[in-house]
């Protein structure tokens, strides 16, 4: 019995060195990669801190821009006042020439009577003119003629 006691002893060693070398193969698998996956993190890390630094950057470029945008935004609103106010001032003018026009064409119609009238006296007081002067030639040629007339004789 005493033998079977000693084989079993042997056998739990045997067992027991067996599970040993497993789990020590394991521990070195384990950190082989624990030692991978760290310099993984260290890697990660660096590229983590340029990509914050380039952030960073981004993010100043960005302010600046966004303060250079405000900036010429609130100057392109004194033109767009401005050209607003020329525009109400082309409407305020238009609406001022149209009035004109219309009051000039009122007392175009409303005295389109009285200019009749005034070109059928300027036509008439034309006539009278040119009859004027026919009978002042007239009498002219005849002077003329008399004069002529008298010198012959």
């Known amino acids: 019995m005493q033998i079977i006691l000693y084989l079993s002893v042997a056998l739990i060693a ?20 624990l030692t991978s996956v760290s310099k993984t993190l260290d890697g990660l890390e660096k ?8 952030t960073t950057l981004l993010l100043q470029k960005t302010n600046a821009l966004a303060v250079d945008i405000q900036q010429k935004s609130e100057g392109l609103n004194s033109v767009v006042d401005a050209v607003k106010d020329v ?19 009122l ?15 300027g036509n008439i007081l034309l006539e009278l003119k040119d009859k004027w002067q026919a009978r002042k030639q007239i009498k002219d040629e005849v002077s003329t003629k008399e004069r002529q007339g008298i010198r012959s004789h």
């Open 107 to 121: 007392q175009v119609e409303e005295s389109k009577e009285k200019i009749s009238q005034i070109v059928q006296w």
């Open 87 to 105: 525009g109400t001032t082309v409407v305020k003018f238009n609406g001022t020439l149209q009035k004109i026009t219309n009051s000039v064409d």
């Open 47 to 54: 590229q983590l801190d340029g990509v914050t630094s380039e």
């Open 14 to 33: 045997i067992a027991f060195l067996v599970l040993v070398i497993y789990l020590s193969k394991t521990l070195k698998s384990l950190q082989v990669t």
